[in-house]
């Protein structure tokens, strides 16, 4: 029994790394962002680099800080992200199910996956932001923001640990193991983008920005793993009996980055402007993580109640804590990917605001200074810089040394994972029109972004699909407070590899059963990787995104 609960239990002990592994949708800023934080930005569809008239721009167009006048702002996006994954195995079988080794009626699984989606556990997702900006001269502002990556995010909940599968013996369906666990569960990360910056007029109408980011990242990552590392016969799909369930706890508070941007009137009513973002790689040495193995019921599939007895002894859920594990994480990276973005912009100003424009004195406030105005923007992402997650625990003479209770087992030394992130672009055409002066106008936009994850390692979050959006927005203007609302909705074009997917999670090491170093012909195989692949199928995307915002100038 102890040398069965030692497999078992190797098994669930890849789900730390996996778990560390896999947060990649927590860090990336680029391949899982839409457009925009900034209720402004938003309501544009984005195209707003060339306006750049809120104190926002403190990170996302400093430059412009010599243009606006002083100001706070506190904004605020909601959105209900939908992602629904079609479970398949290679050749596009649709024959899938969490245990193989259980067959039912014409040798297909027993039990078997049936698509599924997300669900919602609880409060749509936020994302706040937070920014002023002080005109200290007609040459000269300043501005400080905190902002997070503009992203869908997965509350509590939302991948839940069972989903409704089918039994091939009763024809009925019945709780199962979710055929997403490998790859998403509950992600409670939070990532933020403290800015820091300066604008500069140093030329009549050229302006310079630049901006110090101080960037905080604290990792909360829940996730399934154990598929068994064993003979490519056996391992021809998932193992509930194998599964373990692990939550990843883990913080870089200071990630350094900046941003810097160009921002030129040519003409009253023409604008360009130029912006770019580089953030070093979230980097931790230590984590907390609790790994829950033999985490379902090898029979129904359920979820099994957790063991409260010796670890040694137990038949059920077991509960293993490693607190402070510096003995035991020796690397986390993650690198964010460098992203640039350039816009141009009409706008239509009101005689007096050209006059201004021409003694170069420019406040720039669209709303008092325009008929309306429409900009293009166009962005690339430099993802493919953050196509590896590194994830290193402890080893000894190229094997894993960090044993799990019972011994016998070890998390493995490299829990590298790939990303298969690849080097994007964006388009953002929008912009607004003043009805109103000093009290109303209408915004609207419209996005899109090309396909940023290769589909043979497609996962559910983020979804790197083609995609696009389109929407918009009001203002309105009370005395010196602008109230802000947008919506947007959100399609792709979703991902299909047939089954054939390539993402292999990190298996533990010690196993008693041989072959323990066969199948390295699989692309991205190693002794410690599943040998097959658990991302196969199809995943689909849409969203309904929301923005409130509100402005004070002074």
């Known amino acids: 029994m102890r040398t069965e609960h030692a497999r078992r239990l190797a098994a669930a002990a890849l789900t730390g790394a996996a778990c560390l592994s896999v947060s990649s949708g927590a860090f990336a800023s680029n391949p899982l962002e839409y457009p925009d934080n900034g209720s402004a930005s938003f309501s544009r569809g984005g195209a707003w680099l060339g306006v750049a008239n809120e104190p926002i721009a403190a990170h996302y167009n400093p430059a412009a800080l010599a243009t606006q006048g002083s100001g706070f702002s ?63 001269s007609d040459k000269l502002g300043f501005g400080l923001a905190v902002v997070p990556p503009a992203t869908y995010g997965t509350p509590r909940n939302a991948f839940p640990l069972e989903t409704t599968g089918f039994n091939t013996r009763t024809n009925t369906t019945q709780l199962l193991p979710a055929p997403y666990r490998y790859m998403q569960t509950d992600n409670l990360s939070t990532i933020i983008f403290p800015t ?257 994850i290769d589909p043979a390692y497609m996962q559910v979050f983020p979804v790197g699909a083609e995609r696009w959006g389109f929407g918009g927005g009001i203002v309105l203007r009370q005395d010196f407070i602008d109230i802000s609302l947008g919506y947007q909705r959100h399609l792709s074009a979703g991902q299909n590899n047939n089954g054939d997917g390539k993402l292999l999670i990190p298996v533990g090491t010690g196993y008693s059963q041989p072959p323990f170093n066969t199948a390295n012909n699989i692309p991205g195989r190693t002794e410690f990787r599943s040998i097959h692949a658990i991302n196969g199928g199809h995943i689909t995307e849409s969203a309904n995104a929301f923005t409130l915002g509100g402005t004070v100038h002074f």
């Open 74 to 136: 506190i904004e605020q996006q909601l959105n209900f992200d939908h992602v629904c994954y079609d479970r398949r195995g290679p050749g596009n079988n649709p024959h899938v199910g969490p245990n193989d080794q259980s067959l039912g009626p014409n040798g297909t699984p027993l039990l078997q996956y049936l698509p599924v989606c997300n669900s919602r556990g609880g409060f749509p997702s936020t994302i706040p932001s937070i920014s002023v900006a002080w005109r200290a």
């Open 196 to 452: 820091a910056s300066v604008g500069w007029e140093v030329i009549r109408h050229l302006r310079l920005g630049v901006g110090f980011i101080s960037g905080i990242g604290v990792i909360d990552v829940t996730q399934v793993g154990g598929t068994n590392n064993r003979s490519p016969t056996y391992e021809v799909g998932d193992h509930q009996q194998d599964d373990g369930l692990a939550r990843i706890v883990t913080k870089d508070l200071f990630v350094p980055g900046a941003v810097a941007s160009i921002h030129w009137s040519i003409l009253p009513q023409l604008d360009i402007s130029v912006w770019g973002r580089w953030m070093d790689a979230i980097r931790t040495h230590s984590a907390d993580f609790t790994l829950t193995a033999q985490i379902f019921n090898q029979g129904s599939g359920a979820v099994q109640p957790t063991c409260t007895g010796l670890p040694s002894s137990c038949q059920t859920a077991t509960v293993n804590v490693y607190k402070g594990a510096t003995n035991a994480l020796t690397l986390f990276e993650y690198k964010i990917p460098p992203e640039l973005r350039a816009g141009v912009r009409f706008h239509q100003p009101r005689t007096k605001s050209r006059l201004t424009w021409e003694q170069g004195r420019e406040v720039r406030d669209p709303l008092h200074d325009d008929l309306f105005d429409v900009e293009l923007d166009g962005s690339y992402d430099m993802n493919s810089k953050a196509n590896t997650v590194v994830t290193r625990f402890k080893s000894l003479n190229g094997t894993g040394s960090v044993p799990v209770i019972p011994t016998g087992v070890e998390l493995p030394p490299n829990a590298d994972r790939p990303t298969g992130f690849k080097d994007s672009f964006g388009l953002r055409v929008g912009g607004q029109w003043n009805a109103v002066r000093d009290k109303f106008a209408v915004r609207a936009g419209a996005w899109y972004e090309s396909q940023s």
